[in-house]
């Protein structure tokens, strides 16, 4: 798709491609899948992306998922990547190994992919949130894993880090979230990956991001806690988006001026769609959708 120029005024569409042949191949990054991006402690742009491969179409050559680039630019400036994350400056490798199978829904075992949710920084460190697949759209379970190096390398948080596929009924796979220093919270929207559902918040503190028993889940017009009892699970947090509007991939992010930007692929009407939102446990169904 060719990219078009922007007008002073309203302009909706496409500014620039950020990868494929000429911009990203030089990394083994010919075809890829979406991407979310964070500013690094460091400056720099931290980007991740899913589905990658080497070839010039997509399930052709070096498959890799999740890898990273890291770059410089902004809403204003081009961006352009330097280099890639892992030991591997020159290569966008994959952040962690294991096997890709395609089959693995059926066979019931292994991995097909690791799809990004989101990045979030908060301080100096950052956060990976990802999708364990069993077969496209069947969720394993989801994970988090946590880089003190502006991207580079990235540990896994361990077992209290790994979220089931039924938590919240399906709502908690795809994620996006970002920190609030006005409050010292995290915030988390999430929705199921099969792109048939809405969205549920919920809230953590930062030093309790590896802990799936410490997060809060706005509920009944109130933040409530988990009961930290894998025996007997929570309540599933409420829907905050109206009925009949479900969600795909998203992004949440908090402005400057302390309001927040929530949207993503908006699946019940296949388009992108975006909230500017003062609050996020404000009414939705009084707060249009912008597409």
């Known amino acids: 798709m060719p990219a078009v ?36 402690a460091d400056g720099n742009l931290v980007s991740v992306f899913g589905d990658t491969f080497s070839g010039s179409r997509v ?4 498959w890799r998922s999740p890898v990273i680039l890291i770059g410089t630019g902004d809403a204003t400036h081009p961006i ?4 890639a994350g892992g030991a591997d400056h020159g290569y966008a490798r994959q952040l962690w190994h294991y096997r890709h199978r395609p089959n693995a829904g059926l066979l019931r075992r292994g991995i097909s992919t690791v799809i990004p949710s989101d990045l979030l920084r908060v301080g100096d460190t950052l956060f990976l949130h990802a999708i364990v697949n069993r077969g496209f759209g069947n969720v394993a379970w989801t994970e988090i894993r946590r880089s003190d190096d502006d991207g580079v390398s990235w540990q896994s948080l361990g077992g209290r880090a790994r979220f089931p596929a039924g938590l ?18 995290v915030y988390v929207v999430s929705t199921g990956f099969q792109r048939d559902k809405g969205l549920i918040l919920r809230r953590v503190r930062p030093e309790h991001i590896g ?13 409530c806690p988990a009961s930290g009892d894998s025996r007997q699970p929570d309540p599933a947090a409420d829907v905050i988006t109206p009925t009949g509007e479900t969600w795909g991939e998203l992004s ?16 019940s009407s296949y388009a992108l769609g975006y909230r500017t939102l003062r609050c996020l446990t404000a009414d939705l169904t009084r707060v249009p959708v912008q597409r």
């Open 252 to 267: 949440l992010r908090r402005l400057d001026c302390g309001a927040w930007v929530l949207g993503g692929f908006l699946s």
């Open 59 to 62: 399930g052709t050559g070096d």
């Open 5 to 40: 120029n922007p007008g002073a005024d309203g302009f909706v569409g496409k500014v620039a491609d950020l990868t494929g042949p000429g911009l990203t191949d030089r990394f083994g990054m010919v075809c890829t899948d979406l991407g979310a991006s964070v500013r690094a």
């Open 211 to 223: 802990d799936r028993a410490r997060y809060w889940r706005w509920a009944g017009g109130e933040w």
């Open 168 to 185: 919240h009924d399906g709502h908690a796979q795809c994620w996006s979230w970002d920190y609030d220093p006005s409050d010292g919270w």
């Open 80 to 83: 352009r990547y330097q280099r």
